[in-house]
């Protein structure tokens, strides 16, 4: 059973900063691509950034949308098959629900996509909201 599980979302205050954790079981993350989207109501689920599956030891190559690649940080913890998504300098408009996701099929190799359509294993999400 491939499984992931997001957490550590929460309500932040701009310019703060939130660590994401989502738990990957079933697979071994160090081959599988992997991403994160996010999703607020009324708008589409996009691509915050990916990260490879080659097995690298270096954990991985991320690849980031335009928008968040200044502020956020993907990244693998192979000693414990979790990815996580550091966020800094935080925004009201960066609240959604946050998502890990991956692709039983289109898995292994350097570099990741940024297409939601590549991507068919999701969590459930974390809600991370960005107020006073």
């Known amino acids: 059973q491939v499984q992931l599980g997001e957490s550590g979302g929460g309500l932040v205050r701009p310019g703060g900063s939130l660590t994401l954790t989502c738990a990957a079981s079933g697979f071994h993350l160090p081959y599988y691509r992997v991403g994160w989207f996010r999703q607020a109501p009324g708008k589409e689920r996009y691509i915050v950034g990916c990260i490879d599956g080659d097995g690298s030891s270096y954990r991985g190559v991320p690849l980031y949308a335009y928008s968040c690649e200044s502020r956020f940080t993907i990244s693998k913890d192979y000693t414990d098959n979790t990815l996580r998504l550091q966020m800094n300098f935080l925004r009201p408009e960066d609240t959604a629900r946050y998502f890990c996701?991956?692709?039983?099929?289109?898995?292994?190799?350097?570099?990741?996509?940024?297409?939601?359509?590549?991507?068919?294993?999701w969590g459930q999400g974390t809600q991370v909201t960005v107020a006073t």
């Open positions: 996701a991956t692709n039983l099929v289109l898995n292994a190799g350097p570099g990741c996509y940024l297409k939601r359509e590549k991507y068919d294993r």
